[in-house]
């Protein structure tokens, strides 16, 4: 039976992902979205196009000591957490909701945070017969979906290659420069070869062809992926995650940062986020407006070498919307009163790709399986 009214609480709503996952709740049937944020004065510049009449505004702050009981006064159902960089950060926010009787869907995309969720928030989600999301997005939400869709092709999959590559005028939010220059130069453990291997993010940049845009740089990026996917089809020997920059030259910016870093120099990189997002904004003028990825997948199939591809265009800037649309799509299932699954899992399985690609239609975002 449909809910009445389902009350929607987005913490970090007035933010780069929040905002949009607000936009596109408020004007959902049988959902009331509350849009929370440290400065809700800042709601009516950061959420152009919403009618602020069909949305409340929420000053929430997760630092502050009295966060638990403001969460709980607002009565929400269930809480979208979008305020990361989730990268070092803990589950207070998660088992703050579940303790308030809310349901939690999270945008994380950091490696340990979304692979340990279920094991730091299961048990408190099934004491509060509750369901806990954890990385609710791009990764690994939806390549986890265009992994299990190419998957029933090979009757042994070996391999599974994914690579996003943003257009260069992409709005950036601070939380992403930061996730992204956090393990820029660092060392992390990819599958490789069926052993785990050391790869430095960001190094070593190397060309990959898409579907409808452009050959771009690509470099490696620690990811959900690295684990899950490998959780989920035992036997694959490797799995890796690149992002490519559309210019070349930011690319090797950044491979450059990588190199230093990884020589030992001291970097400021909490400062720098600042400074390499503002920088970033100087080269937009040589860019273009499409963003695209690229889900590769090798095996066997009839005892022969068999590869399948997926890729993504996503045209005028539509690019940032897409980490939005698992948050939104379970939002949605669940005020339709169709249950999310009691206790805390990563978005790895919970969504199909037939359920994005009728968001990848509203704007006007085109992909296909080869």
């Known amino acids: 039976m449909q809910q009445e009214s389902c009350r ?30 440290r400065n809700p004065a800042q709601a009516p510049a950061n959420l152009p196009g919403v009618d602020l009449s069909r949305i409340e505004l929420c000053r929430l702050d997760t630092a502050d000591p009295a966060f638990a009981d403001q969460l709980a006064a607002t009565g929400a159902q269930l809480v979208i957490h979008t305020a990361g960089p989730f990268q070092g ?26 692979r340990d969720f279920p094991l730091k928030v299961d048990a408190p989600a099934h004491a509060a017969g509750r369901s806990a999301i954890s990385g609710a997005s791009t990764l690994p939400a939806l390549s986890s979906a265009v992994v299990d869709a190419l ?3 090979f009757e042994r999959l070996q391999g599974i290659d994914m690579v996003i590559a943003p257009a260069q005028a992409t709005p950036l939010g601070m939380a992403t420069v930061r996730a992204v220059l956090s393990y820029c130069g660092k060392p992390f453990d990819c599958w490789i070869d069926g052993r785990w291997q050391p790869v430095i993010g960001w190094a070593d940049p190397q060309p ?24 989920r089809y035992p036997g694959v020997l490797t799995v890796r995650f690149r992002a490519a920059l559309e210019l070349p030259f930011l690319s090797r910016c950044l491979a450059g940062i990588a190199w230093l870093r990884r020589c030992g120099l001291p970097l400021p990189m909490e400062a720098m986020a600042g400074v390499f997002a503002r920088a970033g904004r100087w080269f937009d003028r040589f860019g273009t407006d499409l963003g695209g990825m690229r889900v590769t997948l090798r095996g066997l199939r009839g005892g022969v070498t068999h590869t399948a591809h997926w890729d993504l265009t996503a045209p005028m800037l539509h690019g940032p919307e897409i980490p939005t649309f698992a948050a939104v799509l379970l939002a949605r299932r669940f005020a339709r009163g169709e249950p999310l699954p009691t206790g805390a899992h990563a978005c790895v399985g919970l969504l199909t790709l037939a359920e994005f690609e009728s968001e990848f239609v509203r704007w006007q975002i085109e992909s296909a399986a080869s």
């Open 8 to 37: 929607v609480l987005v913490l970090g709503g007035y933010g780069h992902f929040g905002a949009r996952i607000v936009r596109a709740l408020a004007t959902t049937p049988g959902i009331t979205v509350i849009a929370a944020g």
């Open 208 to 231: 990959v062809c898409f579907a409808q845009i452009a050959p771009r740089l690509a470099a490696a990026c620690d990811v959900p992926d690295h684990d899950l996917l490998v959780q």
């Open 151 to 153: 998957a029933p092709q």
């Open 89 to 114: 950060q803990g589950y207070d926010v998660a088992l703050a909701c579940l303790q308030a009787g809310m349901h939690y869907i999270d945008l994380a995309d950091g490696r340990e945070f979304v």
